[in-house]
């Protein structure tokens, strides 16, 4: 099986092909490819519920629903390399890699199709859905089936792999990126901007290889590893996820006549069944046309067998001559044998099978062997745990996820991915509910504490942190049940008895206790070098923690975002124009959150010591002036003279 299909159309053969490892790149170019015929027939996996708002199958064609028949969509799907197709509601036509609904009793699938009424083309919000059976059983717990073919540009007009994956940026590597395309049944998969992932079951719109040097940035959770770089992406493909006989797949067929004993083998044929369940398995039922056995003989032999058909799938018919002499016993014991027989004869046999429907043309005579494939097919149902994005949440803000970890090292890491964000969280949560990244603040620093009294211990990990210490966020996102329908086999993949996909915790650390830029200290003036008016101290100018950010010259990052990539960095030039940047964000959020909270304060509030809203924008002024001042004299000189290294 070649490690790119190969597809004999036009779009293919005017844009060329790409050889890589004996094989070609199939190219989308913006619009679907043809549709494919003729082909291997689909086979029925069965009617499937299509409640979600994801759908069954992720990708709709645009094939005339008012023309629409079984046979035309699984071309269409055929012909864009998907191994699923399905119809629903009288016409539509839709493709995937793999099956989300449900499998459900055929009755739901009610629907005559458009184009040919003695077919059915799902129902609504039911779809029926046909597997192509030459592609191979997948083993999902693994991912070194996935094959670098090297760097590729991103598409013109389109993405190169049209479906992007939502995943931690912050912990970003090529082996999540892997599985998020594994789990979809997508052969191609795409790492890029050292944080974005791409799959896609075809390579499309006019992507072309690109020099290595052109794929250069880092991946975000681990340095070590090369995510691809701007509009570039290093690409991976898995033949696994490939049909064995893609669109133009010619089989050449032979015939022989021998005098030696011979053995014929022919493959029952499958005709498909309804029958509910609560096991998640479809189990065809299976019509044999011809005997299994060995029969050793002393005269020439031309055996054919007939296959009788109706309806979609169904193969040529053929009329058969058969002639033999046999004189010997043939023992047979085990499944598949009739009782030992020993017979002479000889006979001649004329027979015409008809056939009507989907891949019948008119009867003709073939002297050669004729062998039908048997497919069956199994369903299983994979679990999938979604990985949250917001675990503290405050108004229009939502904290990224801390990083897990087991140890004291790792938990202030981890402790300082949650302090930094909490000036992201004034700035982005909007009043009032920026109020309430003072509690942000305060459970950044229960994390810090949890760091030091149960670090190391038995009990060091996140899970018993937050355990401890609850974020207020949204409860986690559900767990997700996907359905694949696949080829059962009568060998089973081995799988170890735990899997689990890796998770990154190399990120590196934002040393957040080792600003560059002072708080300013006037106690006169309502604020001190410990105790910022309102208690909103500086955002934190210092060491940028993206490598390629920080290879390009600017040694310094002022984080005011949860994701560093938007923060502003400058080289070692600027650190006093970063200093006043932190300057001017905290006297926006003195004014955006603590002034606004002193609006409520009443005459009684006052006269008590709280400010009132001129007063406390008066301070907030003041310090802003002071900041400036306390700040025009920094250089950080000798501060970040290496990536992740020389940080103090």
């Known amino acids: 099986m070649a490690t790119f299909k190969t597809f004999v159309t036009s779009i ?30 689909f086979v029925y996996a069965g009617c499937f519920s299509d409640m979600a708002s994801t759908g069954a199958l992720e990708y709709r064609s645009e094939v005339n629903s008012d023309t629409m028949t079984i046979e035309a969509c699984v071309a269409f799907c055929k012909g864009n390399d998907f191994r699923y197709a399905g119809l ?22 009610d629907a005559p199709c458009k184009g040919n009424s003695s077919e059915i083309c799902g129902g609504t919000s039911y779809i029926s859905i046909y597997q192509d059976p030459t592609f191979p059983p997948v083993d999902e717990t693994i991912i070194t089936d996935y094959n670098s073919v090297g760097c590729y540009s991103e598409g013109i007009g389109g993405r190169a792999l ?55 940035m880092p991946c975000n959770g681990n340095s070590s590893e090369t995510c691809g770089g701007a509009a570039a992406l290093n690409l991976y493909v898995a033949p696994d996820l490939e049909s064995d006989q893609p669109c133009g797949y010619v089989t050449v067929s032979s015939s022989a006549t021998s005098s030696s004993t011979i053995s014929t083998y022919s493959t029952p044929a499958t005709t498909p069944t309804t029958t ?57 014991a085990g499944y598949g044998c009739t009782k030992p027989t020993t017979s002479t004869s000889t006979s001649t046999t004329s027979k015409t099978t008809p056939c009507a429907g989907y891949g019948c043309t008119k009867p003709t005579t073939s002297p050669t062997p004729t062998t039908s494939k048997s497919v069956s097919l199994c369903t299983s149902t994979v679990v999938s745990t979604p990985t949250p994005t917001c675990e503290y949440q405050c108004g229009k803000w939502c904290s990224n996820p801390l990083p897990p970890f087991s140890d004291h090292g790792s938990c202030s890491t981890s402790a300082a991915n949650c302090a930094v964000q909490v000036f ?73 008895t735990t899997t689990s996909k890796p998770t990154t915790t190399s990120c590196v650390p934002i040393p957040t206790k080792s600003c560059i830029c002072s708080q300013p200290h006037n106690p006169s003036k309502g604020y001190s070098s410990t105790s910022p008016v309102g208690s909103i101290s500086l955002p934190c100018l210092t060491c940028n923690n993206l490598q390629s950010d920080y290879n390009s010259g600017n040694h310094f990052k002022l984080y005011t975002s949860s994701d560093s990539k938007s923060c502003s960095s400058y080289p070692h030039g600027s650190v006093p124009q970063g200093c006043k940047d932190s300057c001017d964000y905290q006297k926006k959020v003195c004014l955006g959150t603590y002034a606004e909270s002193c609006k409520s304060n009443s005459a009684k509030d006052i006269a008590g010591g709280k400010d009132s809203y001129a007063s406390a924008c008066n301070k907030c002024q003041s310090q802003w002036n002071d900041c400036y001042s306390a700040n025009g004299g920094q250089s950080g000189k000798n501060r970040c003279t290496g990536w992740n290294s020389g940080w103090y």
């Open 276 to 332: 509910p369940t609560t096991t998640p398995t479809t189990t065809p039922t299976t019509t044999p046309t011809t005997s299994s056995s060995t029969t050793p003989t002393t005269s020439t032999s031309t055996i054919s067998t007939t296959t009788p058909c109706a309806g979609y799938g169904c193969t040529k018919p053929t009329t058969s001559t058969s002639t033999s002499t046999t004189s010997k016993t043939t023992p047979c």
């Open 12 to 41: 293919a053969l005017a844009a060329g092909l790409v050889q890589v490892a004996n094989a070609s790149a199939v190219k989308r170019w913006g619009v679907p490819l043809p549709a494919c015929t003729p082909a291997t027939p």
């Open 424 to 496: 992201s969280c004034f700035m982005n949560a909007g009043w009032p509910a920026s109020q309430n990244c003072f509690a942000f603040s305060n459970w950044c620093n229960s994390v810090s504490s949890y760091c030091s009294s149960s670090c190391p211990g038995g009990n060091c990990n996140l899970k018993g942190c937050k355990s401890k210490w609850p974020p207020v966020g949204p409860p986690p996102p559900a767990n997700t049940y996907s359905p694949t329908v696949y080829p059962c086999t009568q060998t089973t993949l081995s799988k170890s």
């Open 88 to 109: 629903e509601y009288y016409g539509e036509c839709f493709c995937g890699a793999t099956v989300k609904g449900s499998l459900s009793d055929n009755s739901n699938c």
């Open 162 to 216: 049209e479906y992007q994956q939502n995943l931690d940026t912050s912990t970003f590597t090529i082996e999540a990126c892997l599985f998020a395309c594994k789990d979809g049944g997508y052969a191609f998969a795409g790492v890029e901007f050292g944080s974005q992932c791409f799959c896609n079951v075809v390579l499309g719109n006019g992507s072309v290889p690109l020099p290595a040097s052109s794929c250069n």
